[in-house]
């Protein structure tokens, strides 16, 4: 039998597939590594994404076709609660979703575990808005606002927009772990020996309220009249009151606030860049002392129990009037103690009663 003879390869064309096939190897090699690279920056992008809630919608072609409404943040922590709040119930009555835009969602998500999602830069340059300017409380035509994307604008801050679903708006506010926890050590720390405690979170704005009141507004900011009147009622209610004071004039606080009792305790930093630690303190009290402003009311309107506001503190022809409806602000069960308004009226009047408002 003849067989075929055996093909012998020299050395030099081996070395030549060697090298051949190893080139093939390192420029897989580099190719593999080039595309995991890619899905790598891919995937980090993702991962840099905010990551919703379960109960919060995604930004889908079919919510948007329901429509995007949004509100403008404006202000400071009181005032954006109330935008937040305002949106959130206006878009649902009217039928549409909710969104907020990064700067509000900066603002309160690093405090509270909000819902809504949120719209990127990108996307809220190519929407076309439509402005929609709101006063301070509820009308009747905000329940009928046309539009698909609508952006709401101005200082909406009053229970009259969203009270009917309190409990979705208080659990949009609920504090984060750390928050929460910090605030109730705090207020515990306070209890020391004492069997039972009843604390009144007490909210006393001052800062660019000095100025802006008396010159601008024709109104006061609460004086220590006020203060011990809004104490007194509490210490003769509750035995065991204890009252957390935060300001942003803690100094005032400390001169002017009977504290001899060993019931008061000056707690706030008043760091108004970062009031997310005062607000708590006060929000988990059981009732509230506000004096003026969005901080105080809203830390009586999440706290429950009682709230004691500084009432009639502006003149009867003030500005202010126009743009804020006491009774849209402050709920009909809260107790208002009236203002000293003597330092507004003129010091020659014989009669300075008919310039007093009607308490």
Not at 66 to 78: A, E
Not at 190 to 215: A, F, S, W
Not at 222 to 238: H, I, L, S, T
Not at 259 to 272: I, K, M, P, R
Request: with cysteine; hydrophobic share 40%; glycine share 6%.
């Amino acid at each position: 039998m003849h067989l075929p003879e055996r093909r012998i390869f020299s050395p030099w064309f081996l070395v030549g597939c060697l090298c051949f096939f190893s080139l093939m190897s390192i420029s897989t090699f580099f190719h593999l590594q080039k595309n995991r690279s890619s899905l790598w920056s891919w995937k980090s992008s993702v991962k840099n994404t905010p990551v919703l809630e379960p109960r919060t919608p995604s930004l889908s072609i079919k919510n948007m076709d329901r429509g995007m409404w949004t509100v403008s943040p404006i202000g400071r922590l009181g005032n954006q609660m109330g935008e937040y709040a305002t949106l959130y119930a206006l878009a649902k009555l009217n039928g549409h979703q909710a969104y907020i835009l990064p700067g509000m969602h900066q603002y309160l998500a690093k405090i509270f575990r909000i819902s809504l999602p949120v719209i990127s830069s990108e996307v809220v340059d190519k929407i076309p808005w439509r402005n929609y300017n709101l006063h301070d409380w509820m009308s009747e035509e905000y329940r009928h606002i046309q539009g698909k994307y609508v952006r709401l604008t101005g200082y909406p801050c009053s229970y009259t927009f969203y009270h009917h679903i309190r409990d979705e708006i208080l659990r949009e506010f609920i504090f984060h772990d750390y928050i929460k926890e910090d605030a109730n050590k705090y207020l515990l720390q306070l209890r020391g020996q004492r069997k039972t405690v009843t604390y009144i979170g007490v909210h006393v704005r001052r800062g660019d309220y000095l100025h802006v009141m008396p010159n601008i507004w024709k109104g006061v900011v609460a004086d220590k009249g006020y203060m011990d009147k809004a104490m007194n009622y509490f210490r003769e209610k509750y035995h065991d009151a204890v009252f957390v004071i935060v300001s942003n004039g803690i100094a005032w606080c400390k001169e002017n606030i009977n504290a001899s009792l060993g019931d008061v305790y000056f707690a706030g930093d008043g760091q108004e860049s970062s009031p997310a630690r005062d607000f708590a303190l006060i929000a988990h009290c059981n009732h509230t002392i506000m004096t003026i402003g969005t901080f105080g009311i809203w830390a009586g309107y999440l706290a429950g129990g009682e709230t004691i506001y500084l009432a009639n503190y502006t003149l009867p022809d003030s500005p202010f009037l126009k743009v804020f409806k006491p009774s849209a602000a402050f709920l009909p069960e809260w107790i208002g103690i009236p203002a000293d308004l003597s330092p507004l009226l003129p010091k020659t009047s014989a009669d300075l009663s008919p310039l007093l408002p009607k308490t």
